[in-house]
């Protein structure tokens, strides 16, 4: 059996379509989780009116989370459910071709089954619904060890990605604290030496919704950032390192990481001291940093009105 799950949240205006793709799937058996992490819209509701309404072969579960669990918890719920030996994954406002399901598993079935992870192309889709064409992953089949994954990370988007369940059972659930699944679940499956890619487009990726960035100039926003994409930082390299150990390659991840932990801890601890002074002897004492960055940091967190004017500037020439 396969499964493929719809992560949901606050799509109520394009969950409709993204549903019925996985319900026209020409694949079976195919066991489908529509799961919802506790949208504040009509999301759900949109879900259960289409189960409700389906008298097909899939095997449809429906799940909505009792509190917002975020992307990757989300995940690892989800996940949690689902009885595949093949998860595909689907957000809320994409749209599974109806043969993505099929054409992926008779792929798998035909190479042994030994992919671990299998990315697909995808149509690039404009939220109003046009293709703009076509995107391309990169091939995973040229990352043969953990060693060519930090030379240079691939190219890839969780939209189209399609994982095993040995995957799932060998390494465990993701850190919560994860902001997104997609580069970490690449990182495991290189490390099996098992993540291979489908030149097919097979999704449409939908741009904008709810994943738009907002681009306003704010001191406090920036900061909130800052901390906020630090802390993602520390949880992947916590997680790749912890994976890679599974495979006793610990000591060897955990030393290519050596410079960027030490840049996270740095900025961790900048934002979390109380004193100038404190500041000033966490900057000038950290190892492995450039110089610039402990400097651009130590204004971002001690001098805050430096930056403040910064962006005050910033924003009267943006309105003029």
Known sequence: MATIILFAYNQEDLVVEAVESLLAQTYSPLEI?????????????????????????????LNRNKNNLGVVAHVNAAVALAEGELIFGAAGDDISLPERCEKVVAFWVESGKKSDLIATDAYDLAFDGQILGIKSTDKLENWTSVEDWFLRRPFIFGASFVWSRSLV?????????????????????????????????????????????????????????????????????????????????????????????????????????????????????AKNVRFDKRVRFLIYAGFPWIMKSFFWIKNIYKKA
């Open 33 to 61: 989780i529509l799961s919802d992490d506790c949208s504040s819209d009509n999301t759900f509701n949109r879900m259960r009116s289409l189960v409700d309404g389906y008298s097909g072969t899939h095997r449809i579960k």
């Open 169 to 285: 059972d060998r390494f465990g659930p993701l850190n919560s604290y994860l902001k997104q699944e997609d580069q970490i679940i690449t990182f495991r499956a290189i490390l099996t030496g098992s993540a291979v890619c489908l030149p097919e487009p097979l999704v449409m990726h939908r741009r904008g919704g709810v994943s738009q960035k907002d681009h306003s100039l704010d001191f406090n926003e920036k900061c909130k950032a800052i901390t906020s994409g630090n802390a993602n930082g520390l949880a992947f390299i916590a997680q790749c390192i912890k994976d890679a150990s599974v495979l006793g390659q610990g000591d060897l991840v955990g030393s290519r990481f050596n410079n960027q932990l030490s840049s996270h801890l740095m900025i961790n601890d900048l934002f979390n001291a109380h004193s100038i002074l404190q500041k000033c002897k966490i900057v000038f004492s």
